[in-house]
């Protein structure tokens, strides 16, 4: 996944470009256009598990964390495939690497990422979720490898843990 963002303004686009066959994962509503080369389809956001379970996945991911209940899937057709996305809301917008290294995120980062990488959502400390300040009683932890552009309301802060503090 190559991608250029169209400045560095609080309002950002990020364009993204699409060899043939390679896929995407985009939160639901982010497409602000794609060329013929893009193929669109919905699924549940359910990382691929389908039927009552996988309707029953999405239905839950969507209320702990506020992500649609739909996830698209956006694969290349042809050569040179460009497709446009936007954040929600106004901010920054971040590339992290998934795979040596997961992550944890706040409900609603999620804008796109690779077709290797997905995210679990995991229940945080009761006291945490209602004191701390941290997004609420679930977070986002990735899964897999590869790329994935987070987005997030004013500027994105990169917190290190090295196990000794519990966040």
Known sequence: MEYQLSSTSMAPLVEISLDNNEEIQIESGAMVYHNAAVKLEGK???????????????????ITSGESFFITKASAIGANGKISLAP????SIKEILVGQEQWKLNTGAFLVSEGGVHYIMERQKLDGALFGGTGGLFVMKTQGSGKMLISGYGDIV????????DF
Do not use: H, Q
């Open 88 to 91: 929600a809301s106004l901010g």
């Open 158 to 165: 990169e917190i290190a843990l090295d196990g000794t503090e």
């Open 44 to 62: 549940m956001n359910s990382n691929g598990k389908g039927g009552l379970g996988g309707a029953l996945k999405a239905l839950g991911r969507s």
